[in-house]
């Protein structure tokens, strides 16, 4: 299949988002990993609950409301300092290895971030690791509608001005696959952590390790 347009998600994608541990490990010795992980499993819980009850908010305030709760399930006393401190961090996840050189190795395909991140979270970390010329960036907080609601990829096709068909939409999060997979992009799970594909009733187009392993 000759794709036109290769979109990414951008956390846990393109960039990894449990390596904020290693900042949090500086303020909490030894909770960095857990705090992490509860504070990444909230963020999704609470915009998919969002979105379920129809009252949409950015995601910059759900992932602040995930810190806090993330802090106090892991005994520490949340404080507006040491969440603004953290919440900075999102803007300097670590790209996995070969995000960098995506561009390079694709100068002929339109790379392109559609991301549940409003643009105030995600250009400065474009920026922070120098890849603000390798990736245009969509936001789901233009529509206000999260994915993986249909709505949400209905707006970037809209955007892109590619047929679904001509789309391989690539993410980390099954749940994500499996809204892009229903509205009927060609999709790519990055299965990074070598995982048994969920029972959802519905399969990815393909299943790569990394993006090392772009299908053409």
């Known amino acids: 299949m000759n794709y036109k ?3 990414f998600d951008a956390y846990g994608t393109l960039f990894d988002v449990h390596s904020v541990a290693e900042a949090i490990h500086h303020h909490f010795p030894k909770k960095g990993d857990q705090i992490s992980e509860v504070w990444r499993s909230s963020q999704i819980h609470y915009f998919m609950v969002r979105q379920l009850i129809g009252d949409y908010v950015p995601f910059d305030k759900v992932t602040r409301w995930a810190l806090h709760d993330a802090l106090s399930k892991n005994d520490v006393e949340p404080n507006e300092e040491t969440i603004a401190l953290l919440m900075k961090q999102y803007e300097q996840l670590s ?36 890849l603000s010329h390798s990736f245009s960036l969509l936001s789901a907080d233009e529509p206000k509608v999260y994915k993986p609601h249909p709505e949400a990829y209905a707006y970037a096709q809209r955007q892109l001005n590619t047929e679904k ?48 392993e772009i299908p053409e």
């Open 5 to 7: 347009a290769f979109v």
């Open 165 to 212: 068909e001509e789309i391989l939409f690539f993410s980390s999060n099954p749940w994500d696959i499996a809204g892009a997979t229903q509205f009927g992009f060609h999709t790519a799970w990055v299965n990074r952590q070598n995982q048994k594909w969920p029972e959802l009733g519905m399969k990815p187009s393909y299943i790569i390790k990394d993006l090392n």
């Open 95 to 130: 790209p996995f290895e070969e995000v960098r050189t995506l561009k390079d190795q694709y100068p002929h395909h339109a790379l392109t971030i559609f991301s549940n991140g409003t643009k105030s979270m995600l250009e400065p970390l474009l920026e922070n690791n120098q």
